[in-house]
């Protein structure tokens, strides 16, 4: 009606390439007023051949597993983006470009070769190089708290089915010690003991009848106590200290940990313990641990709590959150 040509396809492509590059061309231009130069060494030494190896072929690699070396290399991997995240966090939201722009900059740096990289603009490859550090920095803190999440959950499903496997094992030989513990008792009332018999003679012959380790689990199933399953899983945690050490300590001290205000308190003995990590100090160097509920399982049994106590602050514990560093990041 108005007599109006539609534009052809290829002006269309012209126009949108030419709208692309020019919001390339000033993203770019701001980067470069924005740079620091440290920020430039760390983005230009990614195109870098280190023992014929490429440093941004390296930081593009993605973990097969949640083994202790896959994980030991993300946790370099953030090591290096972290200073890189911090300043493109700040510098992306003065740019006002969204979400998408970012991720789709940071995809370049995976479809070009180093090659091609290497042979554009500096100030454009850098934009490129400055949005895949902060797209990857996501990436790897994300699968840093999924592979923390899930070796938690790994130790406490394994902790929670030994300890039942243990209760039933000790509830079974308590049962089957039976009646050597009556044989035990009978022994009160044996006329062919001497009444002055010493109590070491009488207990020499009670141990031939039920062995000393025996007594523990008989005399609780014959007074009717319940086995205490928090005990026998403390105690395998005190046989995964090692495992532990190794796959997860790494990971709680590079991670954040943000909770609610009733929170407070362990929050604080989550602080503690990470600045102590990160700082090499010993926990047994530490003079007083005050540590709400959230010591390592090693340290919580030279501790000597109680298994009932820890029952009880098992069941007060609240859940924590792990976010992104630095503050402002998309919690996970």
Known sequence: HERIVAPTYSYLQDM???AVAAERQRVSALLGR??????????????????SMYQVTLLKHEPKDFSHKELQQESERRTFFSPLYTFAQRFLETTGISADSVRYYASLVTFYTVYKLRRMNSGVVRLYLL?????????????????????????????????SEAAQNALSDAVTHLKAAGEVLRLFVDESIAR?????????????????????SVSQYMRNVTFDKAD?????????SHAIKRNLRHLFAELAVTGRVEDTPLLEAVAFL???????????????????DCVHP?????ASLSSRTRQDKAARRRPLRVSHLPAGAQRA
């Open 16 to 18: 949108i390439g030419q």
């Open 34 to 51: 924005a740079l620091t130069k440290s920020v430039v060494q760390q983005l230009d030494a990614m195109l870098e051949a280190d023992d």
């Open 131 to 163: 949005c895949f550090a902060y797209h990857r920095f996501r990436q790897v803190n994300d699968r840093l708290i999924e592979a923390f999440i899930r070796l938690v959950n790994d130790h406490e499903q394994t902790a929670r089915q030994v300890a």
């Open 196 to 216: 002055y018999a010493s109590f070491a003679s009488v207990r020499k012959r009670a141990f031939t009848l039920l062995a000393p380790e025996r007594f523990e």
């Open 232 to 240: 026998f899983e403390w105690s395998h945690y005190t046989a995964l």
């Open 274 to 292: 990470q600045t102590c990590l990160r700082d090499g100090t010993s926990l047994r160097a530490v003079q007083t641990l005050i540590l709400s």
């Open 298 to 302: 090693e340290d919580a049994q030279a």
